[in-house]
């Protein structure tokens, strides 16, 4: 798994490449509960090179949610490969988060 970051404006976007499963899930949630932590209230995260996601994935993005919720943030999810929107959907997760297609639909759902 690999996650890199890019500000535009005042809009954090992450792209995360690989798997987000039991393997990788820790550093997934450091590196992105890490920027909440920073200081990051608006967050866009690219789903397109995202291949596999778990349940320990599904929780990880769970977690940044609610703590973007707290501190009054938000958070946009983009990109996600027919597979990974299905297991949001079978989950009922993506009743709980943004959900566009494009990264401008992500950064507009943010402004």
């Not at 890019?6 to 490449?17: F, G, P």
């Not at 009054?72 to 009743?95: H, N, R, T, W, Y």
């Amino acid at each position: 798994m690999k996650i890199t970051s890019t500000m535009m404006e005042d809009i954090l976007l992450l792209a995360i490449e690989g798997r987000v499963d039991t393997n990788t899930a820790t550093e997934a949630e450091e590196a992105i509960i890490g920027t909440i932590d920073n200081g990051a209230a608006r967050i866009a995260i690219d789903f397109s090179g995202l291949d596999y996601v778990s349940s320990a994935g599904l929780r990880v993005f769970l977690l940044a949610a609610k703590k973007l919720k707290k501190t009054g943030g938000q958070m946009s999810l983009f990109g996600m490969k027919p597979i990974i929107k299905e297991v949001f959907d079978m989950s009922g997760f993506s009743a709980l988060f943004t959900i566009v297609n494009t990264r401008d639909e992500a950064l507009t759902a943010l402004k």
